[in-house]
Structure formats: C-alpha cells, structure tokens
C-alpha cells in the first residue's frame, strides 16, 4: 500500500486552490462553476483527489491547511438533517451565497428517494450485464447458499451468481463514498462462508479494501463515476458544473467495467484450475 507525505499532500491540495491547470482538472469537460475561487465540501474534495490519495489521507491533509489558516471552514445544515463542511481558499471572500448554492444542489442529489433509485437501477445494469454473459442467478437478496445460512447477521447479497462451475456473491454500491469498512469485511466473510468469490462493483473503493479483496481472491470492479438513470441529466449536468464530481447516465454498463469483470472470470477459472 502506497505511502504518503502529509505535508506533500497538503501542498498538493493548496496547489488546487491557487491553480485551475492542477492535474486533477484535467479529465472531463471545463464545469462552468467549480474553480480555484469555488467553496468546496470537505468529501467532495476527498473524491477529486482519490485517485491519488485514500479518503482520510485527503481530510487529514484539508484539516491541516483549516488549522493553519490557508483554508477557512463552515459547518453547515440544510434540507432534512444533512449537514457538510464548507471549505474555501483564506482570501476568497463573499462565500454565503455559494455555499447557500451549493447546498440546495447537494439537498437534491442526497435525497433518499433519489439515492434509493440510483442505487436500484445501478443493480438492475449489473444483473443485466451478468444475464447477458451467460452466468445464471442462483438467488437475489440472498444469505444462504444451499444448506449453508448467514446467520450472524440479518445482511444479504444483493445476487448469488455462477458459470463455469464458480459462484460469486455481488454486492454494488453506487455511492460516492467507500463502502463502509466494517460492512465490506462482513459481506467478505458472507462470501467465504457460503462459498462464494467476492464480486462487489462499486464506484470507488479504498486503498485497504483493495488489498483485502485481493486476498480474498474476489474482486471491486471499479466503475468511478456515481451513475444516475436516464431522466437526470440536469441534475447531473448541474453536479458536474458546480461540484466536478464523477457522475454519469449509463443505459448499460460501459464496456471497459464489463471486461474488467469477464477478464477476472477468466482468471477465476485459471486459478481455481477449471480453465475454458
């Protein structure tokens, strides 16, 4: 696992707030309200920057700059009980109505109804693609396998798939955060029991969980931006615009995710010695 400088990290992250050519600007189309001189929320910059640094390598580094002065901060509440941690640049000045902004975009893209349905319809594209590859669903929502029940807790799978003689257990998480840890650990563990490889798609995960699933032989099929059902493109023009937070519409999984997890398959196969 990758070590890191705080103090690299922090100058990394003050480069960010003093330059809108910083190397995490460089993917996707300009937004038109997220800059140098924007108000950030203290996750949303944890997700600029993962692809370089893990969640708490980033807040650790932000919580230094807040503490040293270069960044200024404010608790905020707003819609039914959420809260953020607005940050900006110390000489930014005039932010309240930024801040109110951005709080009601992030009211409608944290909605539970919303957040509900996004999570269903990222289940329903990853069923699909399995569906059309051939593997069969063995159970949806499940805990038992067979004569063997999870009973330590009352968590499911989302699906139990299998082809070629192996059985994975797919949990998907379309969140912009990680996977809880302590949730991900459990649903490894379901996994083993029941005698199922790991097979959690999920838009991000963290340097730790990678490394475990490694372990385990299963795999986090990564597949970065949050995905929003057809019907949202306002509200995820509107997230990319004012927050540049990997978000997408996908009418079916993009095929660099499904040959990620087909690839695996194949190496599944190879290593549980039932080469195709």
Known sequence: MKRYSLESVKLDIESFFNDDDHWSCKYGSKPTSCHK??????RQLQIIFEDMYPHDITGKAVNGLIKEGFLLSEHYSFGNNMHA???WRHN??????????????MEKFSAD??????????ESLFLHMVQKNQFNILD???NM????????????????IEKDGLRYGVEIKNTFDYMPQAEFEEKIKMCKFLGLIP????????????????????????FKSRIFPPG???????????????VTIWESIQPHVENNFLSFHQRSLIRCGNRQ
């Open 85 to 87: 941690i607005f940050i």
């Open 140 to 142: 949806r929502d499940a």
């Open 199 to 222: 097979l959690f798609p999920l838009r991000f995960s963290s340097p730790l969980q990678h490394q475990l699933m490694k372990v385990e032989g299963g795999l986090a099929l990564i």
């Open 37 to 42: 001189n924007s108000v950030f929320y203290k």
């Open 232 to 246: 949202n493109q306002k509200l995820v023009t509107e997230i990319w615009n004012h927050f540049r937070l990997p």
């Open 92 to 105: 930014v000045r005039y932010v309240a109505r930024d801040i109110k902004l951005k709080a009601s975009i």
């Open 113 to 122: 109804e919303l957040n509900d349905g996004a999570g269903k319809y990222a």
């Open 145 to 160: 396998l067979g004569e063997a029940r999870w009973t330590f807790s009352d968590k499911n799978l989302d699906f139990i």
